[in-house]
């Protein structure tokens, strides 16, 4: 029969108090219970704890053993709540991947301070990095792109925010840059300018354009740097539309162009270890961010009318 901590605290309470009624009416427990619960205690020990006479309720020298070990483990589990405690006091740690921190970072730092008690702390990697830091404990949650999210195992838990569609940026002088929509076969002709190895967003770019897309030689670290090279001409790419308004400048020698319906994109999620710390705050923090579902009416409508000129 197993000891249970509600027994060993019962009879804590009663040694201090010497008496089950004062010790029942401490813990606001029936004495009955209490009583019940200590004869449990002593059938799983095999011998009396405790015993009754006119002076009170004293304890048999098993049961000054048993009291004594009592008294250091209900102080352990006052310790583990301590330490629970520091935890939620700390700030939490968000991962978030590159193609996702300039554009919507600051929004979630603001949310963060509704959410979290102490704030969020941004950590940004690549998805694989942020993954292995989520499982070993050094990452509370991460908010990333699927498919990455969509095979993390039992112990993690996720929450999808928003999708969001990609958009081809072209030189202006290309003569996709006249189309009012550009089919994802006739970029197949173009040098496709990607990320560098590791970033899930050069990986979703050739899964729209296929395996047999020309690659450009260059690899980048950001879309700013990709957005520049289309600039120059050395082939294109594909914005994400939270990345639309900071990564296209009208006039700037790019164009941009979206796909036909229904467009190609991907979805943003959080993802966090079941249980752990901030649970609430990352719900919370997906559906703020389903609220900033990012889009961009206005450059569509402008590339709409700037073809029909």
Not at 80 to 91: C, D, S, V, W
Not at 121 to 144: N, S
Not at 157 to 177: I, N, W
Request: with cysteine.
């Amino acid at each position: 029969m197993s000891i249970s901590l509600r027994q060993i605290r019962y009879l804590v309470a009663v040694a201090d108090h010497q008496s089950f009624r004062k010790a029942a009416a401490a813990l606001n427990v029936s004495q009955p219970a209490m009583t019940a619960q200590i004869q449990l205690l002593e059938q799983s020990l095999d011998g009396l704890v405790l015993t009754r006479s006119r002076r009170g309720v004293t304890p048999t020298p098993l049961g000054e053993a048993v009291i004594a070990k009592s008294r250091h483990i209900l102080a352990e589990v006052e310790n583990l709540r301590a330490l629970g405690a520091a935890a939620a006091a700390r700030p939490l740690r968000l991962g978030i991947i590159p193609t996702i921190a300039p554009y919507l970072g600051p929004d979630v730092v603001e949310m963060g301070a509704a959410y979290a008690p102490e704030g969020l702390e941004l950590v940004e990697g690549r998805t694989a990095d942020l993954l292995a830091a989520l499982r070993a404990g050094t990452l509370d949650a991460a908010l990333l792109a699927m498919p990455a999210m969509g095979n993390l195992g039992r112990d993690i838990e996720t929450a999808t925010a928003f999708s969001e569609a990609f958009y081809a940026l072209v030189p202006e002088h290309d003569v996709l840059a006249a189309q009012s929509e550009i089919p994802v076969e006739a970029l197949a002709a173009r040098p496709l300018l990607l990320l560098e190895e590791g970033h899930c967003l050069a990986d979703q770019a050739l899964s729209i354009c296929g395996d047999g897309q020309q690659r450009a030689p260059i690899r980048a670290a950001s879309l700013a740097t990709l957005s520049r090279l289309v600039a120059r001409g050395k082939g294109i790419t594909l914005l994400p539309a939270m990345a639309v308004g900071v990564e296209f400048r009208p006039g700037d020698g790019t164009v941009l162009r979206p796909l036909p319906d229904p467009a190609p994109g991907r979805t943003v999620g959080l993802a966090w270890r079941k249980g752990a710390t901030g649970e609430r705050c990352w719900r919370r923090l997906a559906q703020g961010l389903a609220r900033l579902k990012p889009n961009v009416p206005a450059q569509r409508a402008a590339t709409m009318a700037i073809a029909a000129e």
